[in-house]
């Protein structure tokens, strides 16, 4: 399906060869073990390394990561389960990783964990390509693009190049674009790595992850670490994920829609500061964010005036829920700096949007806004 649209493949993608009387999509396969006699080869052997409702979503995220080509997608418990797949599987003592300094809140701790294992973790902002200056004789260099929750954009194939030079191998975390947003395959890099808790199944009900790449060996080590630790998604969750693929295209539009819409209203407020969205025209990221991206995702983060006035706003919002996570049909938003860890202001907000008209989400908003600051 390569030369399909994108909403023609994400409502095709993974599914099996037609059967007269079976269903499109076959149920989750529930087992711990498969009839297997004699020598203990083919697809199903044991329920910790392969599922056939796994391989159906596997099949399915590989051709939105890549469409056409030959890539390899491994599933796993959650997001961070996926993150620590690939770092895991492919750094040693005394290798040199570099991570984003503004990434993914739980990142410190993988970078605790790795230098616990004597691994050499290097850091540096998204913003700016300022990575590029830590690669020198790294092993793995690991780009979130856009970055989470500041929404900076770094420019991938200027890195992956710099990387490849150097020896480096190079992951992406594409939580934020879902690949529907962002292909990193496409952009060079080595694996595409994804919490598929967020946008890409979009619902909020399911925590899952997923690897992607195009080299059999690398992705033998991804599959390899899940076999380890038994980091596998229960085939319920598989199954879940599957169905809500075939909704991907009509919720990331509308999402990302409403998304600009909500960056242009909210760039007219005089109490909104720190206003970031990659497709917003004056968005110090959007002249590298339009030669990399097909859709700008649905976050959008500013800052208030100060930790009251964002609870005043979170608590007025009628249509949005006060939560975390992000790319849900249902629009949430929360004060990052509640959780600490994020270097971030007390008034910054990180607002994600769902799939409401976009009239009533604004009118939501702009009354919420004009309640808080009085």
Not at 30 to 42: C, Y
Not at 151 to 165: I, K, N, Q, S, T
Request: glycine share 10%.
């Amino acid at each position: 399906m390569s030369t399909t649209g994108d909403g023609t493949r994400a409502v095709r993608a993974g599914l099996p060869e037609p059967e007269q009387y079976g269903p499109t999509l076959p149920g989750p396969v529930f087992a711990a073990h498969f009839h297997l006699s004699g020598e203990p080869v083919g697809p199903y052997t044991y329920g910790r390394e392969t599922n056939p409702t796994w391989t159906h979503l596997e099949r399915a995220i590989g051709e939105l990561e890549a469409p056409g080509e030959q890539v390899e997608t491994t599933v796993f418990a959650s997001g961070m389960a996926a993150v620590s797949g690939v770092l895991l599987s492919q750094v040693r003592a005394g290798d040199i990783v570099v991570l984003p300094a503004d990434g993914y809140q739980a990142l410190p701790l993988v970078r605790e964990q790795l230098e616990a294992y004597g691994v050499e973790v290097r850091t540096a902002p998204t913003g700016g390509d300022a990575q590029l200056a830590a690669i020198d004789g790294a092993r793995l260099l690991w780009i979130e693009t856009p970055s989470n929750p500041g929404l900076d954009v770094c420019d991938v194939r200027r890195l992956v190049a710099a990387a490849h030079a150097a020896g480096a191998l190079v992951a992406v975390d594409n939580t934020l674009a879902t690949p529907l947003g962002q292909r990193p395959l496409e952009l060079g890099a080595d694996f595409s790595v994804a919490s598929d808790t967020k946008g890409t199944t979009g619902h909020g009900d399911i925590l899952l992850g997923h690897v992607t790449c195009r080299d059999p060996q690398l992705a033998a080590g991804v599959r390899r670490w899940r076999k380890v630790v038994g980091a596998i998604p229960g085939p319920m969750e598989a199954w879940l994920a599957h169905r809500s693929l075939s909704t991907l295209q009509l919720r990331i539009d509308r999402q990302c829609t409403t998304a600009l819409a909500l960056a242009e209203a909210l760039s007219q407020r005089a109490e909104v500061t720190g206003l970031r969205y990659p497709g917003l025209l004056g968005d110090p990221s959007h002249r590298i964010a339009v030669r990399q991206m097909r859709r700008f995702g649905s976050v959008v983060s500013f800052v208030l005036a100060d930790k009251e006035t964002a609870e005043r706003f979170l608590a007025g919002l009628r249509l949005v829920d006060d939560a975390t996570s992000f790319g849900g049909v249902r629009s949430t938003a929360e004060r990052r700096a509640r959780w600490g860890g994020d270097a971030v202001p007390e008034g910054f907000v990180r607002f994600s949007v769902g799939a409401e008209d976009p009239a009533d989400l604004l009118a939501d908003v702009a009354r919420a806004l004009d309640e808080a600051v009085r």
